[in-house]
């Protein structure tokens, strides 16, 4: 049998919330997400990436039928910047889906932590999700990616009472000792396939293609493949390349010749005698299980602990996550759908992250992705957000008691 090589690219954007949103505008100004950055920002990516990388795949799928087969797993809330301000972005993913070669996951709607915070919101935002991605793209999602590939082995029991057959994870060291990510794995106390990122391989692409520090630069198609072929030649079964997918026109630039890596890579792949591209779904269903795998702790695919440090390191992050969390049973309870759609949008994780202490090589990745200038004003910003959601929901208390 031929070596899988499954490509998952992740697809997210948070709602920012706006800079200026001050300590004198909670419980007087509501409106704390900011919708002009935020459809300027999805405009500049779906230029970028979305819409160019898209049609890429597109026309390697259409150029080698049945050879190109990939996945997705598109967050709820960038769903939602789709249909508010970039809906030919949203078509051009469903043109992708009517191929019959895409593949698209579940995840959590709002991109969140409820799966290490609360547990009845993560099933809830999973089934949420996975509702979406049936009436948006017309299939039923059967793998399960959570959110920043947050994962133990509570989350894959979760994962396979909600009806999945497979779950992805990081492949990190610590966890897998003398394994190898490169083969399939059942987790602990469940029947589900467990199938984990070759986090060397896929960062190649990901972190290192334009680095001009790096000694490979620049990375081409054909040597990436002897990478690939190096694998093959090994038998392994399978080798998971995770990553964003604004990587393609976005983190690194079409000028950098991102976009030309990924349609030689689908070409040559396409056309490779001991490799085959395939989804999660195929991977599941046809590959064996090298045994069960036990991940107790709490493993991520971000920065170099891969653990939960980003979102929840320090006492500005716990202590924002704990009061959002508190307010959870009152929130639903209130039936009260704008506020509770304001509570979710704050429960993206981002918000979080951006809020991260973390310094050198990790605070750098941070650094990139945060609007702010720095974890502090990123906190406040936030936690102003939060105690507007609160004042204006012991408003509605006292409304309903009186």
């Known amino acids: 049998m031929?070596?899988?090589?499954?490509?998952?690219?992740?697809?997210?954007?948070?709602f920012r919330l706006r800079k200026d949103y001050d300590f004198f505008s909670i419980g007087k100004n509501h409106n704390f997400i900011d919708h002009t950055s935020n459809r300027q920002?999805?405009?500049?990516?779906?230029?970028?990436?979305?819409?160019?990388?898209?049609?890429v795949l597109l026309e390697a799928i259409k150029k080698n039928p049945g050879k190109i087969n990939i996945s997705f797993s598109i967050s709820g809330t960038a769903l939602e910047q789709f249909e508010l301000y970039t809906p030919e972005v949203l078509e051009s993913f469903q043109e992708l889906a009517q191929t019959g070669n895409v593949e698209f996951l579940a995840e959590t709607w709002h991109h969140s932590?409820?799966?290490?915070?609360?547990?009845n919101e993560f099933v809830e935002q999973v089934k949420l999700h996975r509702d979406k991605i049936q009436k948006v793209f017309g299939q039923k999602p059967t793998t399960f990616r959570n959110t920043e590939l947050i994962y133990n082995n509570r989350i894959a029991t979760i994962a396979e009472q909600l009806g999945f057959t497979a779950t992805l994870a990081e492949g990190v060291d610590k966890m897998l000792g003398w394994r190898s990510p490169n083969f399939i794995y059942t987790p602990k106390?469940?029947?589900?396939?467990?199938?984990?990122?070759?986090?060397?391989?896929?960062?190649?692409?990901?972190?290192?293609?334009s680095n001009k520090f790096w000694r490979e630069k620049p990375l081409t198609a054909a040597e990436y493949m002897t990478y690939l072929e190096k694998l093959s030649s090994r038998k392994v079964p399978y080798i998971g390349l995770f990553m964003d997918y604004e990587t393609f026109g976005e983190h690194h630039r079409k000028e950098d010749g991102i976009l030309s890596l990924l349609a030689e890579l689908m070409n040559l792949l396409s056309k490779n005698d001991s490799m085959e591209l395939a989804t999660p779904k195929e991977v599941a269903r046809t590959r064996r299980s090298m045994g069960e795998l036990d991940i107790p702790e709490y493993t991520s695919w971000a920065d170099r602990e891969r653990d939960l440090s980003a979102w929840l390191g320090n006492s500005m992050q716990n202590s924002t996550a704990k009061l959002l969390y508190s307010m959870e049973k009152d929130i639903k309870t209130s039936k009260n759908e704008e506020l509770i759609r304001d509570w979710r949008r704050l429960l993206t994780s981002d918000h979080n992250y951006y809020a991260c202490t973390k310094?050198?090589?990790?605070?750098?990745?941070?650094?990139y992705f945060s609007p702010y200038n720095s974890p502090h004003d990123a906190f406040m910003i936030y936690a102003n957000a939060i105690n507007d959601v609160k004042i204006r929901l012991e408003r509605t208390q006292n409304q309903t008691e009186s």
């Open 41 to 55: 920002i999805m405009e500049k990516i779906a230029k970028n990436c979305y819409l160019p990388a898209n049609k």
């Open 113 to 119: 932590l409820a799966s290490v915070l609360s547990e």
């Open 2 to 14: 031929k070596t899988a090589v499954c490509f998952y690219f992740q697809v997210h954007q948070p």
């Open 189 to 209: 106390d469940t029947n589900i396939a467990l199938l984990l990122k070759n986090y060397k391989l896929s960062d190649e692409i990901a972190f290192r293609f």
């Open 359 to 367: 310094y050198y090589g990790d605070g750098a990745v941070h650094n």
